[in-house]
């Protein structure tokens, strides 16, 4: 997998390689994938972030 972000002093690039298996991607329908800092943590874990369920958001208010 290769990274690349721009530091505010130049541009950076990471390269991770995985000695055995594969990083399991987003399965997307689009050419760019957006992913948060934390998915972008489970994908290098090995984590399939499509796999996982969450739990849906609750909104709250404060009644009175």
Do not use: C, N
């Amino acid at each position: 997998m290769k990274l690349l972000f721009f530091d505010r002093s130049g541009f950076v690039m990471v390269l991770k390689k995985l000695t055995e298996d594969r990083f399991r991607w987003p399965r997307r329908e689009v050419p760019v994938v957006v992913l948060t800092t934390e998915q972008l943590h489970w994908i290098l874990d090995g984590i399939d972030i499509d796999a996982m369920i969450r739990h849906p958001v609750r909104q709250y208010q404060i009644a009175g």
